[in-house]
Protein backbone atom coordinates (compact mmCIF):
# COMPACT_ATOMS: atom_id res chain seq x y z
CA UNK A 1 0.00 0.00 0.00
CA UNK A 2 1.18 3.39 -0.97
CA UNK A 3 1.87 5.49 2.39
CA UNK A 4 2.83 9.43 1.44
CA UNK A 5 5.39 11.15 3.55
CA UNK A 6 2.82 11.74 6.51
CA UNK A 7 1.81 8.39 7.03
CA UNK A 8 -1.33 8.11 5.98
CA UNK A 9 -3.21 5.46 4.26
CA UNK A 10 -4.44 6.40 0.79
CA UNK A 11 -8.44 7.21 1.09
CA UNK A 12 -7.73 7.90 4.54
CA UNK A 13 -10.09 11.17 5.85
CA UNK A 14 -6.95 13.74 5.06
CA UNK A 15 -6.73 12.42 1.78
CA UNK A 16 -9.65 13.13 0.68
CA UNK A 17 -10.53 16.11 2.14
CA UNK A 18 -7.06 17.82 2.63
CA UNK A 19 -6.77 19.09 -0.83
CA UNK A 20 -10.85 20.79 -0.26
CA UNK A 21 -9.32 22.49 3.23
CA UNK A 22 -5.85 24.11 1.23
CA UNK A 23 -8.51 25.81 -1.09
CA UNK A 24 -11.05 26.29 1.51
CA UNK A 25 -8.06 28.30 3.25
CA UNK A 26 -6.72 29.78 0.83
CA UNK A 27 -10.05 31.67 -0.45
CA UNK A 28 -10.69 32.53 3.52
CA UNK A 29 -6.87 34.19 3.33
CA UNK A 30 -8.19 36.30 -0.19
CA UNK A 31 -11.40 36.92 1.27
CA UNK A 32 -9.70 38.50 4.44
CA UNK A 33 -7.04 40.57 3.10
CA UNK A 34 -9.54 42.02 0.53
CA UNK A 35 -12.04 42.81 3.01
CA UNK A 36 -9.29 44.68 5.17
CA UNK A 37 -7.67 46.36 1.87
CA UNK A 38 -4.69 44.38 2.41
CA UNK A 39 -4.24 43.97 -0.82
CA UNK A 40 -6.47 46.20 -3.17
CA UNK A 41 -9.84 45.07 -3.88
CA UNK A 42 -10.41 47.22 -6.64
CA UNK A 43 -7.95 44.54 -8.35
CA UNK A 44 -8.07 41.26 -6.00
CA UNK A 45 -11.78 41.69 -5.49
CA UNK A 46 -12.93 39.26 -2.86
CA UNK A 47 -13.89 35.88 -3.45
CA UNK A 48 -17.45 36.48 -2.42
CA UNK A 49 -17.85 39.64 -4.48
CA UNK A 50 -16.73 37.51 -7.70
CA UNK A 51 -19.09 34.25 -6.94
CA UNK A 52 -21.81 37.23 -6.51
CA UNK A 53 -21.01 38.23 -10.02
CA UNK A 54 -21.15 34.70 -10.99
CA UNK A 55 -24.33 33.85 -9.96
CA UNK A 56 -25.62 37.17 -11.81
CA UNK A 57 -23.77 35.57 -15.08
CA UNK A 58 -25.45 32.57 -14.25
CA UNK A 59 -29.14 33.54 -13.71
CA UNK A 60 -29.44 35.69 -16.74
CA UNK A 61 -28.02 32.91 -18.94
CA UNK A 62 -24.54 34.74 -20.04
CA UNK A 63 -22.89 31.95 -18.61
CA UNK A 64 -24.48 28.90 -21.03
CA UNK A 65 -24.05 31.18 -24.08
CA UNK A 66 -20.97 31.82 -23.83
CA UNK A 67 -19.76 28.76 -22.27
CA UNK A 68 -21.67 26.70 -24.98
CA UNK A 69 -19.94 28.76 -28.17
CA UNK A 70 -16.64 28.70 -26.56
CA UNK A 71 -17.04 24.39 -25.94
CA UNK A 72 -18.32 23.89 -29.30
CA UNK A 73 -15.13 26.13 -30.58
CA UNK A 74 -12.96 23.85 -28.80
CA UNK A 75 -14.82 20.61 -29.41
CA UNK A 76 -15.04 21.60 -33.00
CA UNK A 77 -11.26 22.16 -33.53
CA UNK A 78 -10.18 19.34 -31.38
CA UNK A 79 -12.34 16.86 -33.89
CA UNK A 80 -10.97 18.56 -36.77
CA UNK A 81 -7.42 18.64 -35.55
CA UNK A 82 -7.10 15.51 -33.47
CA UNK A 83 -8.81 13.48 -36.30
CA UNK A 84 -6.59 14.74 -38.82
CA UNK A 85 -3.58 14.04 -36.32
CA UNK A 86 -4.67 10.62 -35.54
CA UNK A 87 -4.94 9.30 -38.97
CA UNK A 88 -1.60 10.63 -39.59
CA UNK A 89 -0.18 9.52 -36.13
CA UNK A 90 -1.17 6.12 -37.18
CA UNK A 91 -0.20 5.87 -40.51
CA UNK A 92 3.59 7.00 -39.76
CA UNK A 93 3.28 4.95 -36.61
CA UNK A 94 2.57 1.73 -39.20
CA UNK A 95 5.21 2.95 -41.77
CA UNK A 96 8.58 3.62 -40.92
CA UNK A 97 9.70 5.24 -44.09
CA UNK A 98 6.08 7.78 -43.85
CA UNK A 99 7.77 8.05 -40.24
CA UNK A 100 11.40 9.23 -41.82
CA UNK A 101 9.80 11.35 -44.46
CA UNK A 102 7.42 13.31 -42.26
CA UNK A 103 8.84 13.60 -38.70
CA UNK A 104 11.71 16.57 -39.67
CA UNK A 105 8.96 18.60 -40.66
CA UNK A 106 6.76 17.94 -37.24
CA UNK A 107 10.23 18.05 -35.34
CA UNK A 108 10.50 21.90 -36.78
CA UNK A 109 6.82 23.66 -36.66
CA UNK A 110 5.52 21.80 -33.36
CA UNK A 111 7.82 23.86 -31.47
CA UNK A 112 6.49 27.28 -32.68
CA UNK A 113 3.86 28.88 -30.69
CA UNK A 114 0.90 28.37 -32.64
CA UNK A 115 -0.60 31.23 -31.07
CA UNK A 116 2.43 33.78 -32.95
CA UNK A 117 0.59 32.43 -36.35
CA UNK A 118 -2.75 33.83 -34.85
CA UNK A 119 -2.03 37.51 -37.42
CA UNK A 120 -1.26 35.29 -40.17
CA UNK A 121 -4.51 33.05 -39.52
CA UNK A 122 -6.65 36.47 -39.32
CA UNK A 123 -5.11 37.59 -42.94
CA UNK A 124 -6.03 34.13 -44.36
CA UNK A 125 -9.18 33.13 -42.88
CA UNK A 126 -11.08 36.67 -42.18
CA UNK A 127 -12.42 37.49 -38.87
CA UNK A 128 -15.48 34.88 -38.65
CA UNK A 129 -15.26 31.42 -36.76
CA UNK A 130 -12.81 30.28 -39.27
CA UNK A 131 -9.87 31.38 -37.81
CA UNK A 132 -10.66 30.10 -34.42
CA UNK A 133 -11.42 26.92 -35.74
CA UNK A 134 -8.36 26.40 -37.53
CA UNK A 135 -5.97 27.66 -34.73
CA UNK A 136 -7.80 25.08 -32.18
CA UNK A 137 -7.26 22.44 -34.76
CA UNK A 138 -3.70 23.44 -35.32
CA UNK A 139 -3.33 23.33 -31.54
CA UNK A 140 -4.92 20.25 -31.21
CA UNK A 141 -3.04 18.37 -34.09
CA UNK A 142 0.29 18.00 -32.96
CA UNK A 143 0.01 16.80 -29.15
CA UNK A 144 -2.23 13.96 -30.97
CA UNK A 145 -0.25 13.49 -33.85
CA UNK A 146 2.94 13.15 -31.71
CA UNK A 147 1.53 11.07 -28.89
CA UNK A 148 -0.24 8.58 -31.48
CA UNK A 149 3.04 7.72 -33.06
CA UNK A 150 4.39 7.01 -30.03
CA UNK A 151 1.80 4.76 -28.56
CA UNK A 152 1.63 2.72 -32.12
CA UNK A 153 6.08 2.27 -32.06
CA UNK A 154 5.51 1.95 -28.21
CA UNK A 155 3.53 -1.58 -29.18
CA UNK A 156 6.31 -4.58 -28.05
CA UNK A 157 6.84 -6.29 -31.21
CA UNK A 158 5.62 -9.63 -29.37
CA UNK A 159 1.91 -9.07 -29.99
CA UNK A 160 2.25 -8.31 -33.62
CA UNK A 161 3.69 -12.21 -33.87
CA UNK A 162 0.92 -13.44 -31.75
CA UNK A 163 -1.47 -11.71 -33.47
CA UNK A 164 0.15 -12.69 -36.82
CA UNK A 165 0.96 -16.50 -35.73
CA UNK A 166 -3.18 -16.47 -35.45
CA UNK A 167 -3.60 -15.41 -38.67
CA UNK A 168 -4.38 -12.08 -38.13
CA UNK A 169 -4.62 -9.81 -41.06
CA UNK A 170 -3.89 -5.90 -41.22
CA UNK A 171 -7.37 -5.00 -40.19
CA UNK A 172 -7.49 -7.52 -37.16
CA UNK A 173 -3.98 -6.32 -36.68
CA UNK A 174 -4.99 -2.80 -36.39
CA UNK A 175 -8.61 -3.56 -34.41
CA UNK A 176 -6.86 -5.73 -32.12
CA UNK A 177 -3.67 -4.68 -31.45
CA UNK A 178 -2.45 -1.58 -32.71
CA UNK A 179 -5.76 0.41 -31.40
CA UNK A 180 -5.71 -0.80 -27.80
CA UNK A 181 -2.01 -1.06 -27.56
CA UNK A 182 -1.88 3.12 -28.46
CA UNK A 183 -5.05 3.78 -26.50
CA UNK A 184 -3.20 5.14 -23.27
CA UNK A 185 -0.56 7.05 -25.28
CA UNK A 186 -3.91 8.75 -27.41
CA UNK A 187 -5.57 9.68 -23.80
CA UNK A 188 -3.07 11.61 -23.12
CA UNK A 189 -2.59 13.11 -26.48
CA UNK A 190 -6.00 14.20 -26.17
CA UNK A 191 -6.06 15.72 -22.68
CA UNK A 192 -3.01 17.61 -23.74
CA UNK A 193 -4.84 18.47 -27.04
CA UNK A 194 -8.29 19.95 -25.43
CA UNK A 195 -6.43 21.93 -23.27
CA UNK A 196 -4.44 23.47 -26.18
CA UNK A 197 -7.21 23.81 -27.96
CA UNK A 198 -8.82 25.70 -25.40
CA UNK A 199 -6.28 27.93 -24.44
CA UNK A 200 -6.04 28.85 -28.92
CA UNK A 201 -9.70 29.03 -28.54
CA UNK A 202 -9.67 31.35 -25.75
CA UNK A 203 -6.77 33.52 -26.99
CA UNK A 204 -8.32 34.24 -30.42
CA UNK A 205 -11.75 35.01 -28.50
CA UNK A 206 -9.61 38.01 -26.91
CA UNK A 207 -8.36 39.56 -30.11
CA UNK A 208 -11.38 38.85 -32.38
CA UNK A 209 -15.41 37.58 -32.19
CA UNK A 210 -18.81 39.06 -30.48
CA UNK A 211 -19.47 36.23 -28.15
CA UNK A 212 -17.73 33.12 -26.07
CA UNK A 213 -15.61 33.38 -22.66
CA UNK A 214 -12.39 34.83 -24.10
CA UNK A 215 -14.19 37.57 -25.79
CA UNK A 216 -16.59 38.18 -22.28
CA UNK A 217 -13.25 38.43 -20.61
CA UNK A 218 -11.72 40.77 -22.44
CA UNK A 219 -14.73 42.55 -23.15
CA UNK A 220 -15.09 42.88 -18.87
CA UNK A 221 -11.50 43.82 -18.85
CA UNK A 222 -11.72 47.12 -21.86
CA UNK A 223 -14.61 48.25 -19.50
CA UNK A 224 -12.88 47.99 -16.06
CA UNK A 225 -15.26 45.60 -14.29
CA UNK A 226 -12.49 43.49 -12.43
CA UNK A 227 -14.60 41.27 -10.77
CA UNK A 228 -16.14 40.35 -13.81
CA UNK A 229 -12.79 39.29 -15.37
CA UNK A 230 -12.31 37.04 -12.25
CA UNK A 231 -15.60 35.68 -12.90
CA UNK A 232 -15.20 34.38 -16.78
CA UNK A 233 -11.48 33.57 -15.84
CA UNK A 234 -13.49 31.09 -12.87
CA UNK A 235 -15.69 30.03 -15.76
CA UNK A 236 -12.97 29.33 -18.15
CA UNK A 237 -11.09 27.24 -15.77
CA UNK A 238 -13.90 25.25 -14.92
CA UNK A 239 -14.78 24.50 -18.12
CA UNK A 240 -11.21 23.22 -19.06
CA UNK A 241 -11.17 21.06 -16.11
CA UNK A 242 -15.13 19.84 -16.96
CA UNK A 243 -13.52 18.77 -20.43
CA UNK A 244 -11.14 17.37 -18.93
CA UNK A 245 -12.51 15.27 -16.39
CA UNK A 246 -15.01 13.89 -19.19
CA UNK A 247 -11.93 12.92 -21.26
CA UNK A 248 -10.48 11.07 -18.06
CA UNK A 249 -14.04 9.32 -18.00
CA UNK A 250 -14.22 8.37 -21.72
CA UNK A 251 -10.89 6.86 -21.19
CA UNK A 252 -12.12 4.91 -18.05
CA UNK A 253 -14.68 3.17 -20.28
CA UNK A 254 -12.55 2.87 -22.84
CA UNK A 255 -9.70 1.17 -21.42
CA UNK A 256 -11.07 -0.89 -18.53
CA UNK A 257 -7.36 -2.92 -18.24
CA UNK A 258 -5.70 -0.11 -17.58
CA UNK A 259 -8.31 1.50 -14.77
CA UNK A 260 -8.06 -1.60 -12.94
CA UNK A 261 -4.34 -1.65 -13.37
CA UNK A 262 -4.22 1.96 -11.81
CA UNK A 263 -6.61 0.99 -9.25
CA UNK A 264 -4.04 -2.00 -8.40
CA UNK A 265 -1.51 0.44 -8.39
CA UNK A 266 -2.59 2.57 -4.89
CA UNK B 1 0.37 -33.43 -40.86
CA UNK B 2 4.36 -33.50 -41.17
CA UNK B 3 7.10 -31.28 -41.57
CA UNK B 4 10.54 -31.05 -42.59
CA UNK B 5 13.41 -28.54 -42.20
CA UNK B 6 15.98 -28.81 -44.73
CA UNK B 7 19.08 -27.12 -44.53
CA UNK B 8 17.85 -24.03 -43.12
CA UNK B 9 19.88 -20.96 -42.55
CA UNK B 10 18.79 -17.91 -40.50
CA UNK B 11 21.06 -14.51 -40.32
CA UNK B 12 20.10 -11.29 -38.41
CA UNK B 13 21.64 -7.77 -40.07
CA UNK B 14 22.61 -5.90 -36.91
CA UNK B 15 24.34 -2.64 -37.39
CA UNK B 16 27.71 -3.98 -37.15
CA UNK B 17 27.63 -7.44 -38.65
CA UNK B 18 25.78 -10.15 -39.81
CA UNK B 19 24.73 -12.92 -36.68
CA UNK B 20 24.37 -16.05 -37.93
CA UNK B 21 21.28 -17.47 -35.55
CA UNK B 22 20.92 -21.09 -36.97
CA UNK B 23 23.13 -22.61 -39.92
CA UNK B 24 21.99 -25.68 -41.88
CA UNK B 25 19.06 -27.23 -39.53
CA UNK B 26 17.67 -29.92 -40.65
CA UNK B 27 15.17 -32.74 -39.54
CA UNK B 28 11.94 -33.83 -39.86
CA UNK B 29 8.78 -34.04 -37.58
CA UNK B 30 5.98 -36.37 -38.12
CA UNK B 31 2.45 -36.33 -37.08
CA UNK B 32 0.97 -37.12 -33.22
CA UNK B 33 4.56 -36.26 -32.54
CA UNK B 34 5.87 -34.57 -28.98
CA UNK B 35 9.52 -33.11 -30.12
CA UNK B 36 11.59 -31.07 -27.69
CA UNK B 37 14.65 -28.85 -28.34
CA UNK B 38 16.73 -28.45 -25.85
CA UNK B 39 20.46 -25.87 -26.40
CA UNK B 40 22.17 -23.04 -24.95
CA UNK B 41 20.77 -19.86 -24.38
CA UNK B 42 21.11 -17.64 -27.75
CA UNK B 43 21.34 -20.98 -29.98
CA UNK B 44 18.45 -20.33 -32.04
CA UNK B 45 15.62 -21.64 -30.55
CA UNK B 46 12.89 -19.50 -30.73
CA UNK B 47 14.45 -18.66 -34.11
CA UNK B 48 13.82 -21.95 -35.49
CA UNK B 49 10.30 -21.95 -34.11
CA UNK B 50 9.35 -18.97 -35.33
CA UNK B 51 10.82 -20.00 -39.35
CA UNK B 52 8.46 -23.06 -38.23
CA UNK B 53 5.67 -21.23 -37.97
CA UNK B 54 6.39 -19.04 -40.46
CA UNK B 55 6.58 -15.57 -39.00
CA UNK B 56 10.35 -15.01 -40.55
CA UNK B 57 11.68 -15.96 -43.47
CA UNK B 58 14.79 -18.51 -43.91
CA UNK B 59 18.06 -16.85 -45.06
CA UNK B 60 18.34 -20.14 -46.67
CA UNK B 61 16.91 -23.47 -47.27
CA UNK B 62 12.99 -24.02 -46.38
CA UNK B 63 10.46 -25.72 -44.35
CA UNK B 64 8.57 -28.58 -46.13
CA UNK B 65 5.02 -28.36 -44.70
CA UNK B 66 2.69 -31.23 -45.61
CA UNK B 67 -0.95 -31.51 -44.64
CA UNK B 68 -2.87 -34.43 -46.43
CA UNK B 69 -5.35 -33.27 -48.63
CA UNK B 70 -5.58 -29.85 -47.65
CA UNK B 71 -3.63 -26.91 -49.70
CA UNK B 72 -1.79 -24.02 -48.12
CA UNK B 73 -0.13 -23.42 -45.42
CA UNK B 74 -1.55 -25.18 -42.11
CA UNK B 75 -2.60 -23.85 -38.80
CA UNK B 76 -0.39 -23.70 -36.07
CA UNK B 77 -0.21 -22.13 -32.82
CA UNK B 78 2.20 -20.80 -30.66
CA UNK B 79 3.14 -20.33 -27.29
CA UNK B 80 5.50 -17.76 -26.61
CA UNK B 81 8.73 -18.10 -24.25
CA UNK B 82 6.91 -14.10 -22.42
CA UNK B 83 3.33 -15.81 -23.10
CA UNK B 84 2.49 -12.82 -24.70
CA UNK B 85 -1.09 -12.44 -23.71
CA UNK B 86 -2.67 -8.86 -24.80
CA UNK B 87 -2.81 -6.92 -21.46
CA UNK B 88 -6.12 -5.10 -23.10
CA UNK B 89 -8.05 -8.54 -23.79
CA UNK B 90 -9.61 -10.36 -20.66
CA UNK B 91 -8.59 -14.10 -20.03
CA UNK B 92 -11.17 -15.27 -21.80
CA UNK B 93 -10.89 -12.98 -25.10
CA UNK B 94 -6.95 -14.21 -24.82
CA UNK B 95 -7.88 -17.29 -25.30
CA UNK B 96 -10.84 -17.52 -27.92
CA UNK B 97 -8.40 -15.20 -29.96
CA UNK B 98 -7.01 -17.64 -32.03
CA UNK B 99 -10.85 -18.74 -32.48
CA UNK B 100 -11.79 -15.35 -33.78
CA UNK B 101 -8.94 -14.45 -36.11
CA UNK B 102 -10.36 -18.08 -37.39
CA UNK B 103 -13.73 -16.20 -38.05
CA UNK B 104 -15.72 -17.96 -35.00
CA UNK B 105 -18.80 -16.21 -34.16
CA UNK B 106 -18.87 -14.72 -30.76
CA UNK B 107 -20.80 -17.18 -29.20
CA UNK B 108 -19.00 -20.27 -29.91
CA UNK B 109 -16.07 -19.03 -29.37
CA UNK B 110 -16.35 -18.12 -26.48
CA UNK B 111 -18.46 -21.10 -25.01
CA UNK B 112 -15.45 -22.98 -26.38
CA UNK B 113 -12.55 -20.68 -24.73
CA UNK B 114 -14.35 -20.68 -21.62
CA UNK B 115 -14.46 -24.90 -21.36
CA UNK B 116 -10.47 -24.32 -22.25
CA UNK B 117 -10.26 -21.56 -19.30
CA UNK B 118 -12.02 -23.78 -16.50
CA UNK B 119 -10.06 -27.15 -17.92
CA UNK B 120 -6.74 -25.40 -16.17
CA UNK B 121 -8.66 -24.14 -13.27
CA UNK B 122 -9.09 -20.45 -14.06
CA UNK B 123 -12.97 -20.34 -14.51
CA UNK B 124 -12.84 -17.79 -11.67
CA UNK B 125 -10.56 -15.73 -13.50
CA UNK B 126 -12.21 -15.61 -17.02
CA UNK B 127 -12.99 -12.67 -16.90
CA UNK B 128 -9.68 -10.78 -15.40
CA UNK B 129 -7.04 -9.05 -16.90
CA UNK B 130 -3.40 -10.70 -17.77
CA UNK B 131 -1.98 -8.52 -15.33
CA UNK B 132 -4.41 -9.98 -12.61
CA UNK B 133 -3.03 -13.53 -12.81
CA UNK B 134 0.11 -14.60 -11.18
CA UNK B 135 3.33 -16.26 -13.84
CA UNK B 136 2.01 -19.48 -13.53
CA UNK B 137 -1.59 -18.47 -14.16
CA UNK B 138 -0.79 -15.97 -17.30
CA UNK B 139 1.61 -19.77 -18.66
CA UNK B 140 -1.83 -21.60 -18.44
CA UNK B 141 -3.49 -19.19 -20.00
CA UNK B 142 -1.09 -19.17 -22.49
CA UNK B 143 -0.93 -22.40 -23.17
CA UNK B 144 -5.06 -23.02 -23.84
CA UNK B 145 -4.91 -20.14 -26.12
CA UNK B 146 -2.82 -22.10 -28.33
CA UNK B 147 -4.71 -25.66 -27.83
CA UNK B 148 -8.38 -24.07 -28.19
CA UNK B 149 -8.04 -23.50 -31.56
CA UNK B 150 -6.56 -27.71 -31.91
CA UNK B 151 -3.53 -26.43 -34.30
CA UNK B 152 -2.41 -29.73 -36.16
CA UNK B 153 0.78 -28.53 -35.30
CA UNK B 154 1.83 -26.91 -31.47
CA UNK B 155 4.68 -24.58 -30.86
CA UNK B 156 5.83 -23.91 -27.63
CA UNK B 157 8.74 -21.71 -26.59
CA UNK B 158 9.49 -22.45 -23.25
CA UNK B 159 5.99 -22.54 -21.85
CA UNK B 160 7.43 -23.56 -18.37
CA UNK B 161 10.56 -21.44 -18.29
CA UNK B 162 9.45 -18.47 -15.10
CA UNK B 163 7.80 -21.03 -13.23
CA UNK B 164 9.05 -22.80 -9.78
CA UNK B 165 9.38 -26.23 -9.59
CA UNK B 166 6.14 -27.72 -8.58
CA UNK B 167 4.01 -25.39 -10.69
CA UNK B 168 6.19 -26.51 -13.68
CA UNK B 169 5.35 -30.36 -12.77
CA UNK B 170 1.79 -30.01 -11.92
CA UNK B 171 1.84 -27.90 -15.62
CA UNK B 172 3.80 -30.51 -16.96
CA UNK B 173 0.82 -32.74 -16.20
CA UNK B 174 -1.87 -30.63 -17.52
CA UNK B 175 0.13 -30.35 -20.75
CA UNK B 176 0.61 -34.09 -21.62
CA UNK B 177 -2.97 -34.34 -20.32
CA UNK B 178 -4.36 -32.06 -23.20
CA UNK B 179 -2.10 -33.07 -25.56
CA UNK B 180 -3.09 -37.08 -25.12
CA UNK B 181 -6.41 -35.61 -25.96
CA UNK B 182 -5.59 -33.90 -29.36
CA UNK B 183 -2.49 -35.45 -30.14
CA UNK B 184 -1.18 -32.61 -32.75
CA UNK B 185 2.02 -32.37 -33.59
CA UNK B 186 4.35 -30.63 -31.15
CA UNK B 187 7.71 -28.87 -30.79
CA UNK B 188 8.84 -28.08 -27.64
CA UNK B 189 11.49 -25.69 -26.33
CA UNK B 190 12.70 -25.81 -22.81
CA UNK B 191 15.95 -25.35 -21.15
CA UNK B 192 14.93 -28.48 -18.83
CA UNK B 193 16.39 -31.78 -19.75
CA UNK B 194 14.41 -33.63 -17.45
CA UNK B 195 10.95 -31.93 -18.96
CA UNK B 196 12.45 -32.94 -22.35
CA UNK B 197 12.78 -36.19 -21.62
CA UNK B 198 9.70 -36.71 -19.46
CA UNK B 199 7.31 -34.95 -21.86
CA UNK B 200 8.84 -35.94 -25.75
CA UNK B 201 8.77 -38.81 -28.16
CA UNK B 202 12.10 -37.71 -29.05
CA UNK B 203 14.88 -34.90 -28.23
CA UNK B 204 16.93 -33.08 -30.54
CA UNK B 205 19.77 -31.26 -29.01
CA UNK B 206 21.50 -27.82 -30.81
CA UNK B 207 25.16 -26.71 -31.04
CA UNK B 208 25.68 -22.92 -29.39
CA UNK B 209 25.06 -20.42 -31.99
CA UNK B 210 25.16 -20.48 -34.86
CA UNK B 211 22.56 -23.11 -33.91
CA UNK B 212 21.88 -26.56 -35.92
CA UNK B 213 21.26 -29.73 -33.90
CA UNK B 214 24.00 -32.19 -33.02
CA UNK B 215 22.32 -34.92 -31.57
CA UNK B 216 18.83 -36.83 -32.10
CA UNK B 217 17.57 -39.08 -29.10
CA UNK B 218 14.66 -41.28 -28.61
CA UNK B 219 12.73 -41.40 -25.71
CA UNK B 220 11.71 -45.08 -24.86
CA UNK B 221 8.84 -44.36 -22.34
CA UNK B 222 5.49 -45.68 -22.29
CA UNK B 223 2.23 -43.73 -23.23
CA UNK B 224 -0.01 -42.46 -21.48
CA UNK B 225 2.67 -41.17 -18.80
CA UNK B 226 2.71 -41.21 -15.47
CA UNK B 227 5.08 -38.13 -13.97
CA UNK B 228 4.76 -38.95 -10.75
CA UNK B 229 5.77 -42.71 -11.12
CA UNK B 230 9.70 -43.44 -10.85
CA UNK B 231 11.75 -43.58 -13.98
CA UNK B 232 13.42 -46.59 -15.14
CA UNK B 233 16.95 -47.12 -15.08
CA UNK B 234 17.29 -45.91 -19.08
CA UNK B 235 15.89 -42.81 -18.66
CA UNK B 236 18.72 -41.38 -16.34
CA UNK B 237 21.31 -43.01 -19.40
CA UNK B 238 19.37 -41.02 -21.55
CA UNK B 239 19.28 -37.68 -19.18
CA UNK B 240 23.06 -38.11 -18.61
CA UNK B 241 23.82 -38.21 -22.56
CA UNK B 242 21.93 -35.11 -23.29
CA UNK B 243 23.47 -33.70 -20.29
CA UNK B 244 27.17 -34.67 -21.69
CA UNK B 245 26.48 -32.84 -24.99
CA UNK B 246 24.76 -29.78 -23.34
CA UNK B 247 27.36 -29.25 -21.51
CA UNK B 248 29.64 -28.93 -24.00
CA UNK B 249 27.96 -26.74 -26.02
CA UNK B 250 27.32 -24.33 -23.40
CA UNK B 251 30.90 -24.16 -22.45
CA UNK B 252 31.75 -23.61 -25.77
CA UNK B 253 29.44 -20.72 -26.42
CA UNK B 254 30.31 -19.26 -23.11
CA UNK B 255 34.40 -19.93 -23.99
CA UNK B 256 34.85 -21.75 -20.94
CA UNK B 257 37.76 -24.14 -21.29
CA UNK B 258 37.22 -27.36 -19.64
N1 LIG C 1 15.08 -9.99 -34.45
C1 LIG C 1 16.40 -10.24 -34.29
N2 LIG C 1 17.31 -9.35 -34.75
C2 LIG C 1 18.63 -9.59 -34.60
N3 LIG C 1 19.14 -10.67 -34.00
C3 LIG C 1 18.30 -11.59 -33.52
C4 LIG C 1 16.87 -11.42 -33.63
N4 LIG C 1 16.28 -12.48 -33.05
C5 LIG C 1 17.27 -13.27 -32.59
N5 LIG C 1 18.48 -12.74 -32.88
C6 LIG C 1 19.79 -13.36 -32.57
O1 LIG C 1 19.73 -14.70 -32.94
C7 LIG C 1 20.32 -15.52 -31.95
C8 LIG C 1 19.35 -16.60 -31.52
O2 LIG C 1 18.25 -16.02 -30.85
P1 LIG C 1 17.05 -16.87 -30.27
O3 LIG C 1 16.12 -15.94 -29.60
O4 LIG C 1 16.51 -17.73 -31.33
O5 LIG C 1 17.82 -17.76 -29.19
P2 LIG C 1 17.21 -18.83 -28.16
O6 LIG C 1 17.89 -20.11 -28.42
O7 LIG C 1 15.74 -18.82 -28.22
O8 LIG C 1 17.72 -18.26 -26.78
P3 LIG C 1 17.05 -18.40 -25.34
O9 LIG C 1 17.25 -19.81 -24.92
O10 LIG C 1 17.83 -17.48 -24.48
O11 LIG C 1 15.62 -18.02 -25.47
C9 LIG C 1 20.75 -14.61 -30.83
O12 LIG C 1 22.14 -14.45 -30.90
C10 LIG C 1 20.08 -13.30 -31.10
O13 LIG C 1 20.94 -12.26 -30.79
MG1 LIG D 1 14.24 -18.27 -26.91
Redesign the pocket.
Known amino acids: MRNNHLGTAPGSKFERWGPLLTIAGALLLWEGCSRTDLITSTFFPAPSTIFAVIMGLLLDGQIATHAGVTLARVLAGFTLGGGAGLILGLAMGASPRLHAQIDPLVALVHPTPKIAALPLILVIFGIGEAPKLVLAALGAFFPILISTVAGVQQIP?TYFEVARSYGAGPLNLFRRVVWPGSLPFLFTGARLAINVALVLTIAAELVVGQSGLGQRTWFAWQTMRIPEVYAWLAVTSVAGATLSFLLGGLAKICMPWEHIRAVKRR | MRFECQELC?S???SHSE????DRVSFAADDHEFVSIV????????????LIAGL?EPTAGRVQMSNGALRGRPRSAFVF?DHGLFPWMTVLDNVAFGLEMQGVAQGERLERARAFVERVGLGQFADHYPHQLSTGMQQRVGIVRAFVTEPPLLLM??PF?ALDPQTRRVLQGELLRLWGEHRNLVVF?T?DIDEAVRLSDRVLV?TG???SICDTIDIPLERPRDLASREPAEVSEIKWRIWKQLEREVRASLAIAR
Not at chain 2, 19 to 22: G, N
Open positions: P | KFDSISALGPSGCGKTTLLKIQDEGVHMRPG
